[in-house]
């Protein structure tokens, strides 16, 4: 897969961006916010880029000037809503290109493709509650704000947080879609 944007290449990874995928996945207040344990070595990250590589649901977030990884996608079947065709949405961005428009840039490409690609009834986001800036990310692509899930998840350290809940249909991406909502 490979999609442009005006400042971006959302791309499939490849095994040469193993340092970089590192650097990212080491980052403990990124690991925080996302949920997951930071990589402690590069062989745990290499592992796991390893499996990405089989995979076909979690994407490269590229600077299209200098190609540098800044960020991930992925998309994976909704835990919440298994009869239907949803799936959940997870972005990660590096934090120098927090607060640029970068993550909105991605995403307003991003979930065209899926619902265009995919047959999906329903994308669903989850945030931390102290995650601000995904949120305001979320919000501004019109999801839903469908409230608060008590002890969503437990984090790597035993702490269990409190999620909100986004989702998009598919008829809600179409009128979004159709008043350019998601041209970036």
Excluded at 74 to 88: A, C, E, G, L, V
Excluded at 101 to 112: C, D, K, N, Q, V
Excluded at 134 to 155: C, M, P, Q, T, W
Aim: glycine share 4%.
């Amino acid at each position: 897969m490979h999609l442009e944007t005006k400042r971006l290449i959302i791309r499939d990874f490849n095994i040469n961006d193993l340092d970089a995928y590192y650097r990212l996945k080491a980052n403990h207040e990124l690991a925080y916010y996302a949920g997951y344990k930071p990589y402690p070595d590069l062989k745990s990250a290499k592992y796991r880029l390893q499996n990405i590589l089989m995979l076909h649901d979690y994407y490269a977030i590229t600077l299209k000037n200098t190609g540098e990884l800044i960020g991930d996608l992925n998309f994976y079947t909704d835990p919440i809503r298994r009869s239907t065709d949803s799936f959940q949405l997870g972005f990660t961005l590096d934090i120098p290109f927090w607060h640029k428009g970068f993550m909105s840039e991605a995403l307003r490409t991003f979930i065209p493709y899926l619902f265009n690609h995919y047959n999906i009834d329903i994308l669903t986001c989850v945030t931390m509650i102290e995650n601000v800036s995904s949120k305001h990310v979320i919000e501004a692509l019109n999801f839903h704000y469908d409230g608060i899930i008590r002890h969503y998840k437990r984090l790597y350290n035993g702490d269990m947080v409190d999620c909100m809940i986004y989702t998009l249909t598919n008829d809600e991406f179409e009128r979004n879609d159709k008043n350019e909502k998601f041209k970036s």
